[in-house]
T-cell receptor, first 113, second 115 residues
Framework: GQQVMQIPQYQHVQEGEDFTTYCNSS?????IQWYKQRPGGHPVFLIQ?????EVKKQKRLTFQFGEAKKNSSLHITATQTTDVGTYFC?????????????FGQGTILTVHP | EAGVVQSPRYKIIEKKQPVAFWCNPI?????LYWYRQNLGQGPELLIR????????DSQLPKDRFSAERLKGVDSTLKIQPAELGDSAVYLC?????????????FGPGTRLTVT
């Protein structure tokens, strides 16, 4: 079945440093979504990427979808303490599985002030 | 707009006991999902409903888990009997019929502890 690997599992940064998490799929994807889960909270939708090579920005966050639509990344510039949480990618394989999201294990981001 | 509502928020039961979780999705959201999230892992889909039809229940352990969404609005997930390995957070999510395809709005979850 669909497998989604996300690295790193943990990332500790000083406030102001950059952060990147990577997501890799074993199969070509229809689209990929990113979610953020604050400690003790629930996942919150950030963005969806659909097109090959797509790049989207939300303030300090930059999301990329690979040319082969099998990998994606989330980059945060100049982290802040409010960025703390777990970032999940969620892959949609499409076809008969369209609508089913397979979540990565997440990257736990800690930001030290 | 009210978010996805789940109850109870916490539940502690002994193994072999039954337990039920309730979810009320955002008004107008026709797609409803139940996920299980183990500590340190991403959510894992258990079942997905389009209105009242279960369109994907391939990962629902049917020997002990059941779910229903009788009127296409709120939903109940049941475990009977519970096992120690069922301890997890059970998340309900819903998606609107329009907008970002299958963008999911999650509820706060029910944290289940089986002792």
């Amino acid at each position: 079945g669909q497998q989604v690997m996300q690295i790193p599992q943990y990332q500790h940064v000083q406030e102001g440093e950059d952060f990147t998490t990577y997501c890799n799929s074993s199969t070509t994807l229809s689209n990929i979504q990113w979610y953020k889960q604050r400690p003790g909270g629930h996942p919150v939708f950030l963005i969806q990427l659909v097109k090959s090579g797509e790049v989207k920005k939300q303030k300090r966050l930059t999301f990329q979808f690979g040319e082969a639509k099998k990998n994606s990344s989330l980059h945060i510039t100049a982290t802040q303490t409010t960025d703390v949480g777990t970032y999940f990618c969620a892959a949609n394989a499409g076809g008969t599985s369209y609508g089913k999201l397979t979540f990565g294990q997440g990257t736990i981001l800690t930001v030290h002030p | 707009e009210a978010g996805v509502v789940q109850s109870p928020r916490y539940k502690i039961i002994e193994k072999k006991q039954p337990v039920a979780f309730w979810c009320n999705p955002i008004s107008g959201h026709n797609t409803l999902y139940w996920y299980r999230q183990n500590l340190g892992q991403g959510p894992e889909l258990l079942i997905r409903y389009e209105n009242e039809e279960a369109v994907d229940d391939s990962q629902l352990p049917k020997d002990r888990f059941s779910a229903e969404r009788l009127k296409g609005v709120d939903s109940t997930l049941k475990i009977q009997p519970a096992e120690l390995g069922d301890s997890a957070v059970y998340l309900c999510a819903s998606s609107p019929p329009k907008g970002v395809p299958y963008e999911q709005y999650f509820g706060p979850g029910t944290r289940l502890t089986v002792t």
